[in-house]
Each structure stands twice: as structure tokens, then as C-alpha cells.
């Protein structure tokens, strides 16, 4: 049996019917690990604490020599992939396309290069791969790596690349980010992400304050950079001339805050969830105020200055609403569909499950632009409101794979928009007017930081948990500007002062995106600003008694007939059990007594449990992990890749006092969780077992077999029926290491 | 679509919002109707006005909260309270008062609340809650000001109210049977038996530095250092 399924024995005898079945790699590893080789893997469990003999160092230092080979390789191979690629474009562009058809039929096979049948999609992976190559090559030094933010990273790359070009001749149609492809394929994935990552709790705490900045800041900032801006250009410090509508038409769309930037600086910074949520939830709703701005000012300046009548200025007010409460609506309605759909869904057409949670917002997103509302707020309204019974119907797995698809399309779509940042920054025609840059940079910055101060002043009548100084300081460094702004510039209709707005906007991105994004995190450090509390750390009883408080406040809001916001969200749940979830989620009816009225939702008491299990899961692993950190350095001599059951039994006669608790420990929590599970299952109706789906075409059907096989075997005896026995012989029969003990039954587990 | 069209939409928007909030207006109309009659009664009685304000100074001196805050209590006080000592010619709440909340007896831990609120104010056993426990209890919840130090309102003094709310018979610890009957009101009868005991056994694990099988009072504390009690215990609007 493989060390790495034993979580998954325990789990699944733990859980029982709530069929929770963590893989172990999805729990403990980040993203990292799947670009650092097998010998850096080992480098990093190597215990620097334990004492090191001669023979470890040597082979240490061997092996972190082959791992900067491996990324020295990995660099060259970089270098060649560009300039395969500089050539064969500028091949491309320098010689004509070749004729495919050819008067007289070749005499023998001849082996021709096929460039026009595959150029589009091979354009698109390539970007798309020497973008996420980039970003490896990045980390590659530690501490550059996390100086500088990935963005800012790729802008410079994107610039590097741009040069390359230009200098190779090649033809501008190849690198030029248009518009709707921005709009309609690159955006879409990155809020989705963000939507349906958003900590809904925080946000829903922090809600007034989110919409105060978004709305009401943006309105501010729109207004008063707007207002500098005219001045500044009826005195004449500027070189090109715009009217008012023009000029306010800039401000709308450089004073919005960007969703895209903000995730790609504020997730490596870890900073507070609170904080975060607000910076964050502004980006995102103020797309409603930046878009009805947009369109306003576009619609004003395409009537003239001189057609205006008052209920054209009253239309434009109005018009907020509709854009921002029709996206919402529609997003809703989207999440209702998505959530209904996906209840119907059962083990057998399981796989169309992730499509559903794909598409349907996807779909939201493209409906809203069709009605002309924000399509933004669609998209994250769907994901928020979907998640909850999403999670619900479909199997762990599928949740867990869902979750990496988006955020590796998300960190495509995000790596893609900054290359071509960088890239549009060279090779476009740029039109520089110092004064204009300066002065727009400057009023950005002063009138945010005026409008936080001033909002936070405001709310802080208002709020519980207060915004320090520090925090508001933060809050206006962190209004930074990205891809949309720029996205929005280039689709304005050709004015005279066009270019110099492109110009501005892109210099305004790269200053908040490079400078700021790469002095927030110091600043943080600086600042001593609370981090983000690590939710690995919070124990089972924290959880418990945050639920515990919530209902106590609940209790006091009834008795002082206040209505709170703990009440709402009583009520909200209410609701949510009563009405919502018999609808859109496919919650196995328990049969208890009818009379008895369900006094608590059960969504708190599954979030309780299936936080427990988590815990149990990870405190379980890191168990493992010790094993596998001290087997790993008593058998250094051996490769790495050795069974799970021979690492045990070795370390275990091999061990001194320092391993001895952590066996027992691990052992204890085998047998009281399989004792207790076993109880439980005498006692109790067998529940139905779940098959995962295979790692090859042959296991699957094999399983499936077995599946229907041991469902006979079930009637004769219970304990065979036990999940963790199910599991444990189905990993037999698809086991890939060859020394496999098999394990059956309580008993069998070693005992010291 | 039109310009006009726009209009619609927000009108329905606003109507609604003002629609939904009608009802707290009148609850609030309600209560100020009953109070505007309990007081013409008390005034019958004797109390005067001028007392009541004293009253309501020591009370805000005593407790920590503001005058504004303890005149809204009051109101709720007077509002709920239905019986009246005869001697002191003071209003108490019983039991009955408090399950005259309709919400409070759906929460699981209501009962515990109320509990609490007679244990605190109780010596004998009359099972009675003047306005000064009321008060006492409230301010339990009160946002901690940090320039203001008070005995009844800090991080030690919220602690030990929620740690008293689990611990009713006062032993000053909690054992597990105490624990798990809680944690099964909380959760609900949708679980098992066995995940619950497995739920409330990891937590005494967890908690129970000593494993002596009940946690007290400082394990407790040690238990919570993490998390912002003095955020998520207390209400804006107490000041």
C-alpha cells in the first residue's frame, strides 16, 4: 500500500457517507511543486536540523548542483524557443507564403513545413507557454523572485519581447492585443476566479464599506481627476487639445481600479482578509460605476456638447442602476440555473459536471455584454452564489479539479494580458507628454488617497472593527490600475488626443503595477500590517466557537429587539434552508422525525464537519510527513523511490526516541478511528461506496467491475462493507508499486 | 431601449427596499406605543422622571455604557417586562418574558441565554431580572474601547460570560458531557451520533492542556488567544 493512500483510508473512515475523499497531493501541495524537479523535492525535505554525515552533504551539494543545471538547461531551452520563434516569424514576414498547390505532382514524399495550416492556434500556445516558461525563470533566484511582483515581471518580459520583434522586422498583426479578444476571452476567466474565490463572509461584513468605495470613490475620483485634468489643459500645459466629454472620458477609465492588478500584487502579499476584501471587492464592483461612466461620457460626446438636454444628465444617473442591478440579476439568475442543473447529476454522468461550472458563468458574462449591463459583476455574482450549492452536488473530486482548472486558466489568461502590456508598451506608437503623464499620476494618486481618508472617516462612524491610519493607507496604495483601463483606452473612438491617452494609460499601469506593486510588499512588512491568518493553524475549537458566538450575538440582537447584522444573516440562512437549498441542492433527506423543527441550518454543521475532517486530514499527513522526512534521511543511501509499507517498518525498528511518539501517535489515530468506524458500521445501514476515476482506461473498467462485484459480497459480512477495506483493495488492484502489503481489517494494522 | 425605460426598474428597486422596511417601522411604532403606555402607568405609580434619569446615570457609571445606550434598553426592558414587584415597584422579567421572543427560542443556545441572564442576577432563587442585571448582562457586550479600561467589559471579562454560558451548574470547568450537549444543539439532528462524539472529542483533545478530561477556565482563555473576541463579541450599536 502507498504511503501517499493512507489519508485517504482514514478519511474515508472517518467521513463515512459524507463521501470525503481528499487526494492527498491536492491537500498538501501548492502549485509549485509542479515546476521544481524530483531532486528539489528531495532538497527541500532533507531535515537541515537533524545531524548531517559526510555522505549527506556530498549529496546535497550534488544534488542542488543538478538542480541549477536542470534550470540553466531550463533557461537555454528558453532562449532557443524565443529565437525559433523570433525567425520563423520573421521568415514569415520576410519571405512570401508558398504556394500549396503546385502545377506538377511531387515525384517522391517531400517534407514540407505546413506553417499557414497550424499559425493561429500555434501563435496562441506558444504565447501562452513561454509566458508561464517566464515565470518559472523568475524564481529561479529567491529573493529576486519575490521582490518584484509576477506582474511586473512580465511586463518587462513583454518589453524584452517587443524589442526582440521590432528588431527582427516582424509584422505588428501577429502581437496585437485586440480589444474584444481582451474583452471576451481574457477577461472572462481572471473574475471568474476572483468571484468564485471571494472569501463570501468577509465580503458580506465588509459589504457597506465595498460599496462605499466603489461606488462613491469612483464617482469622487472620476470627477475631481476629470476636473484637474480640463484646467490643467484650458491653461495650456498640454500639448494636444480635448473638450470636456474626452477628457472626462479618460478620467472615468484611469480612475477604476483594477481587478486584475489587484489580485495578481495582493496575492502575494498575504495581507489581511479584511483589508483584502475591501480592496478587492472595490476593484470588482466599481466595473458597474467605471462602465455606466464609460458609456456616458462616450454617449455625451458622441451627442455634443451643444445637444445636451438635462434629461440626457438624468438618463445617465439612472442608467447606474439598471447596468449595475441588471448584471447582478442576471448573474443570479445564472447561479439558480448552474446550481439547479448541477443537482441532477449523478455518479454516472459525472464527468459533465466541471462543464456546467464552466460555461454557465462564462455564459452569464456574455449575456450581460449582450444587454449592455456589467458584465463583471454578472460573472462574480454567478460564482458567488453558485459556489455554495455547487459544492454540494457534485463529487470532491470534480470540486477539487474545478478549483486548479480556474486557476490555471485564470493564470493563463493573467500571464497572457501582461506579456502583451509589456509588448504594446514597445511596439506601439506612442505619443509622450511629460506634463500630461505627471500631472495625471499625481492627481491619481493624491485624490485617492483624499477619497479614502475621507470614506474612511465616514464609515468609521459606522463599523465595529475600525480602519486604522495604516490600514487606510493601504487601501489607497492599493488602488492599482491594469488591463482594463488599457483595454478600455485602446477601444475609445479616435479623438485627436488619442494616442496621448494611450500613452498615459500605459505609463499610469506601469507605475502602479511596477512601482507600487513592487513596494507593497516591503511597506507590509514595514507596516507590521496583520497578515492573513493561516487557516492551517486554526483549530477545531476556534471553528466551533465561532459558531458558538455567532449564535450567542443572534440571541442578544433578539433580546435587545436590535436588528444586526448577525440577525440578517440568521435570517438569510433561514431562508437559504428553507427555501433554497431543498431546491437547487440534491441534500440526502436523513429520516428524522418531521415534528422536530430543524433549529440550526445544516450548512453550518457541514461546514463544522467537513473542517474537522480537513484537520484531521492535515494533522494526519504532516504525521506522515515527519515519517517520510526521517526515512528519507535514514535511508539516504537508497533512491528515493521506495514502498510505503518497507519505509514504515524500517523506521520503525530503526528508531530512536525522537520517532517513537509520532509512530504511536499515528497509530493510536488508526485504531480509534477504525474502531469507532467500525461501530458506527455495525450499527448503522451501509453506505455506498464511491469510485474515483481511474488513472488509466484499464483501471477504470476494472473498478467498475469490482464495484458491481463487491456490491454482492456485501450482504454476508459488514465489516467487508467497511469503506477504508473497499478503498484498500480497490488500490490493490490498481496499485502501481509492486511490494504492496495488503491491509484488511483492523487487526492487521502492526502493532508495537 | 429608451431613455424612459430606465426609470422603471429603479422605481420597482425603491419601492421595495421602502416596502421591506416598513415592518421595522412598525415594530419600532409598536413598542414606542407600549412604552409611551407602561410609563404613564409608572408614572401613576410614583416613579418620576428625574429619579429614573439618576437611575440611568449610575447605571451608565456603573456599567461602562453610554446614557443614550442604556435609555434604549430600557425601552426594550419595558417593553418585555411584564410583571412588577410589588414592593420595590420595580419591573422584573421572568422566564416567561424572555421565551416571549419568538426568535430567541428557535436559536439552540437561547435557553442557555436565558440561563445566563439568571444566573448572573440571581442570589435566591426567585428567578427574577431587574433592569440592573439586564444592563449587567448587555454590557458584557459592549465594544471595548481601549482608552477605557472597565471591569465588566474586557477581553477576560466576555471570556469568562461565554465560558459561564457553557458551564451553567458553575463548576468553573467544562466537562465533555457539557461540551457535546451543547455542540449537539448547535449542530443540529441532521448528524450522527458518532461524528458529533468524534467532533466534540477532537475539541477536548484539542483544548485540554492537562487531559484531565474537562476544560477550565484558563485553557479555555489559552484556547481563544487567537481569535478577536473583543471584534466578535460586541455590538456597534452599545457605545
Not at chain 2, 23 to 41: L, S
Amino acid at each position: 500500500m502507498d504511503i501517499a493512500s493512507i489519508p485517504n483510508a482514514i478519511i474515508d473512515t472517518f467521513s463515512g457517507e459524507t463521501a470525503i475523499n481528499y487526494d492527498a497531493v491536492s491537500i498538501t501541495s501548492n502549485v509549485d511543486y509542479l515546476f521544481y524537479s524530483p531532486s528539489d523535492m528531495l532538497c527541500r525535505w532533507q531535515p537541515r536540523y537533524f545531524s548531517i554525515g559526510w555522505i549527506q552533504t556530498r549529496l546535497m551539494a550534488s544534488q542542488e548542483r543538478r538542480r541549477y543545471r536542470d534550470l540553466r538547461a531550463l533557461g537555454i531551452f528558453f532562449f532557443v524557443l524565443v529565437s525559433i520563434f523570433g525567425t520563423t516569424y520573421a521568415n514569415e514576414s520576410l519571405t512570401e507564403t508558398s504556394d500549396g498547390l503546385t502545377s506538377d505532382a511531387p515525384k517522391h514524399f517531400t517534407w514540407t513545413f505546413n506553417w499557414d495550416h497550424v499559425e493561429a492556434t500555434y501563435t496562441v500556445t506558444l504565447w501562452i507557454l513561454l509566458a508561464s516558461v517566464a515565470k518559472i525563470l523568475f524564481h529561479v533566484n529567491k529573493t529576486f523572485g519575490d521582490a518584484l511582483p509576477d506582474s511586473a515581471c512580465l511586463i518587462v518580459v513583454g518589453c524584452i519581447l517587443g524589442a526582440l520583434l521590432t528588431y527582427f522586422n516582424v509584422s505588428r498583426e501577429f502581437f496585437n492585443l485586440d480589444s474584444t479578444v481582451f474583452f471576451l476571452y481574457l477577461l472572462p476567466p481572471i473574475v471568474f476566479d476572483a468571484g468564485y474565490f471571494m472569501p463570501n463572509r468577509a465580503l458580506f461584513e465588509n459589504i457597506e464599506s465595498v460599496m462605499l468605495f466603489a461606488i462613491v470613490g469612483t464617482i469622487f475620483n472620476t470627477i475631481t481627476i476629470g476636473a484637474t485634468l480640463y484646467y490643467c489643459g484650458m491653461a495650456g500645459f498640454f500639448g494636444v487639445e480635448f473638450n470636456l466629454f474626452e477628457i472626462m472620458l479618460f478620467a472615468a477609465l484611469i480612475s477604476a481600479v483594477d481587478p486584475v492588478a489587484v489580485i495578481a500584487v495582493f496575492e502575494e502579499t498575504n495581507v489581511n482578509v479584511n483589508l483584502f476584501v475591501n480592496v478587492f471587492g472595490e476593484a470588482i464592483f466599481n466595473d458597474g460605476v467605471a462602465i455606466v461612466l464609460y458609456t456616458m461620457f462616450l454617449k455625451f460626446g458622441q451627442i455634443g456638447v451643444d445637444n445636451m438636454h438635462a434629461s440626457d444628465y438624468v438618463a445617465g444617473g439612472a442608467s447606474f442602476f439598471v447596468i449595475a442591478l441588471g448584471g447582478v440579476l442576471i448573474g443570479l439568475v445564472f447561479a439558480f440555473i448552474v446550481s439547479f442543473i448541477t443537482r441532477f447529476i449523478t455518479p454516472s454522468t459525472r464527468v459533465v459536471a466541471p462543464v456546467f461550472i464552466f460555461l454557465f458563468p462564462y455564459l452569464s458574462y456574455l449575456t450581460a455584454e449582450a444587454c449592455s449591463v456589467s458584465s463583471i459583476l454578472a460573472i462574480v455574482t454567478c460564482g458567488i452564489f453558485m459556489k455554495e450549492y455547487v459544492k454540494q452536488n457534485i463529487t470532491h473530486e470534480a470540486t477539487i479539479s474545478v478549483k486548479y482548472f480556474t486557476k490555471m486558466i485564470a493564470q493563463c489568461a493573467e500571464t497572457v494580458v501582461f506579456v502583451f502590456l509589456g509588448l504594446s508598451t514597445v511596439t506601439s506608437e506612442h505619443q509622450w507628454d511629460w506634463a500630461f503623464i505627471a500631472i495625471t499620476i499625481a492627481s491619481c494618486l493624491i485624490f485617492r488617497t483624499i477619497g479614502v481618508i475621507v470614506q474612511c472617516a465616514f464609515l468609521n462612524l459606522f463599523r465595529k472593527k475600525k480602519f486604522t491610519a495604516i490600514d487606510q493607507f493601504m487601501l489607497a496604495y492599493g488602488g492599482l490600475r491594469g488591463a482594463i483601463a488599457f483595454g478600455l483606452v485602446v477601444s475609445m473612438p479616435l479623438i485627436a488626443a488619442k494616442k496621448m491617452f494611450v500613452t498615459t494609460t500605459m505609463a499610469v499601469i506601469i507605475f502602479t503595477v511596477g512601482f507600487q506593486g513592487t513596494t507593497i510588499k516591503p511597506l507590509v512588512k514595514k507596516l507590521r500590517i496583520e497578515l492573513k491568518n493561516d487557516e492551517a493553524d486554526e483549530s477545531v475549537i476556534e471553528k466551533v466557537y465561532t459558531c458558538y458566538f455567532d449564535m450567542m450575538m443572534t440571541c442578544i440582537e433578539n433580546v435587545t429587539g436590535q436588528k444586526g447584522s448577525n440577525d440578517f444573516r440568521e435570517k438569510y440562512e433561514i431562508f437559504n434552508q428553507k427555501v433554497l437549498r431543498p431546491i437547487l441542492t440534491n441534500h440526502p433527506k436523513k429520516d428524522h422525525d418531521p415534528n422536530v423543527e430543524k433549529k440550526v441550518s445544516p450548512i453550518q454543521s457541514e461546514n463544522l464537519i467537513r473542517k474537522c475532517a480537513k484537520i484531521t486530514l492535515r494533522e494526519t499527513l504532516d504525521s506522515i510527513n515527519i515519517h517520510r522526512k526521517i526515512s528519507f534521511h535514514k535511508t539516504a543511501k537508497e533512491t528515493p523511490v521506495a514502498t510505503g509499507a518497507k519505509e514504515v517498518v524500517r523506521t520503525r525498528t530503526a528508531s530512536g526516541s525522537e520517532v517513537g511518539i509520532s509512530v504511536n501517535e499515528l497509530e493510536n489515530l488508526f485504531s480509534a478511528i477504525l474502531d469507532k468506524k467500525l461501530r458506527e458500521v455495525t450499527l448503522a445501514q451501509p453506505v455506498e461506496t464511491h469510485t474515483d476515476i481511474g488513472d488509466d482506461y484499464y483501471n477504470q473498467t476494472v473498478q467498475h467491475n469490482q464495484q458491481s462485484a463487491s456490491d454482492l459480497d456485501l450482504r454476508r459480512t459488514e465489516i467487508s462493507h467497511d469503506p477504508a477495506i473497499t478503498n484498500l483493495r480497490r488500490q490493490k488492484r490498481g496499485a502501481s508499486s509492486p511490494n504492496v502489503h495488503l491491509v484488511t481489517g483492523a487487526s492487521a494494522f502492526p502493532r508495537l | 431601449m429608451r431613455v424612459e425605460a430606465y426609470f422603471i426598474p429603479t422605481i420597482c428597486v425603491f419601492s421595495y427596499l421602502l416596502i421591506s422596511k416598513i415592518h421595522i417601522y412598525n415594530g419600532y411604532c409598536k413598542t414606542a406605543r407600549r412604552n409611551m403606555g407602561t410609563i404613564a402607568f409608572f408614572d401613576i405609580m410614583g416613579s418620576s422622571l428625574s429619579t429614573s434619569n439618576e437611575r440611568f446615570k449610575e447605571l451608565s457609571a456603573q456599567s461602562g455604557l453610554s446614557i443614550s445606550s442604556i435609555k434604549m434598553l430600557n425601552d426594550r426592558f419595558l417593553t418585555l417586562a411584564t410583571h412588577q414587584d410589588k414592593t420595590l415597584k420595580e419591573p422584573f422579567m421572568t422566564v416567561s418574558d424572555f421565551e416571549s421572543i419568538p426568535e430567541l427560542l428557535k436559536n439552540p443556545l437561547g435557553p442557555r441565554l436565558i440561563d445566563a441572564f439568571f444566573a448572573v442576577a440571581d442570589a435566591e432563587q426567585q428567578k427574577r431580572v431587574y433592569f440592573a442585571d439586564f444592563v449587567r448582562v448587555i454590557s458584557h457586550f459592549r465594544p471595548i474601547d481601549k482608552n477605557v479600561h472597565h471591569p465588566w467589559n474586557s477581553r477576560e471579562a466576555k471570556l469568562k460570560f461565554a465560558f459561564t454560558m457553557y458551564d451553567l451548574n458553575k463548576s468553573g470547568t467544562i466537562t465533555k458531557d457539557e461540551f457535546t450537549e451543547i455542540l449537539k444543539k448547535m449542530i443540529g439532528d441532521n448528524v450522527s451520533a458518532a461524528k458529533v462524539d468524534s467532533i466534540a472529542e477532537r475539541t477536548m483533545r484539542e483544548t485540554d492542556g492537562d487531559s484531565d478530561g474537562s476544560i477550565t477556565f484558563q485553557e479555555f482563555c489559552k484556547a481563544m488567544e487567537k481569535t478577536d473576541i473583543e471584534q466578535k463579541m460586541s455590538f456597534r450599536f452599545l457605545t
